[in-house]
């Protein structure tokens, strides 16, 4: 399975999971949850890692489907 675009922007950005976690907020553990597709994230954690990695929001949703509202 290919990397997420999420992991693609932290390595790119020459970042490690604990300094992104660091600048967001958001647990080491949640980050690799995300990295690996284990979860998925809110448009509020989507926005936070889009600045700190400098990448386009829509890129790093790339790999979460959206529920459809019920």
């Known amino acids: 399975m290919r990397p ?3 992991k693609l922007a932290r ?3 020459g970042l490690r999971q604990n300094e992104v976690s ?4 958001i647990a080491i553990t ?6 690996n597709r284990k979860a998925r994230p809110s448009l509020m ?3 936070k890692l889009s ?3 400098n ?3 829509d890129q790093l ?3 979460y489907p959206i529920k459809e509202a019920q």
């Open 30 to 35: 949640t980050l690799s949850r995300l990295e």
């Open 4 to 6: 997420t675009a999420l």
């Open 11 to 13: 390595i790119k950005a």
């Open 45 to 47: 954690v989507l926005q």
């Open 22 to 25: 660091s600048a967001t907020g």
């Open 51 to 53: 600045k700190v990695l």
């Open 61 to 63: 949703a790339q790999d």
């Open 55 to 57: 990448t386009p929001l």
